[in-house]
């Protein structure tokens, strides 16, 4: 089961980076609501994805994995987005 772990997280692990450095850059900023709300939103959608896949597939224990790594490229694609439109809007901002 770790092999699957690995593998199955391996595809996620640029986007986990992206994530933690966009949180980091609202943090800094003193902007903390829009990353708690993004991994909220989105650990809580991780429940669902994997109550549905269990009911509907028969992938065992790699379906908890598989919403883990979904959910952290969404949350790492979300939030760069996010980052790129405030400093889009906030051009006093050096970027």
Request: hydrophobic share 55%; glycine share 8%; charged share 10%.
């Amino acid at each position: 089961m770790g092999v699957d772990y690995l593998k199955i997280i391996a595809f996620s692990q640029i986007f986990m980076c992206l994530e933690i450095c966009a949180a980091g850059s609202f943090n800094g900023m003193g902007k903390t609501v829009t990353p708690s709300v993004v991994g909220i939103a989105l650990n809580v959608v991780r429940v669902f994805i994997i109550f549905w896949f269990f009911k509907y597939t028969d992938y065992g224990v790699n379906v908890a994995w598989w919403s883990i790594s979904l959910t952290s490229i969404l949350k790492g694609i979300i939030l760069v987005i996010i980052l790129i439109y405030f400093f889009k809007k906030f051009k006093n901002f050096v970027y």
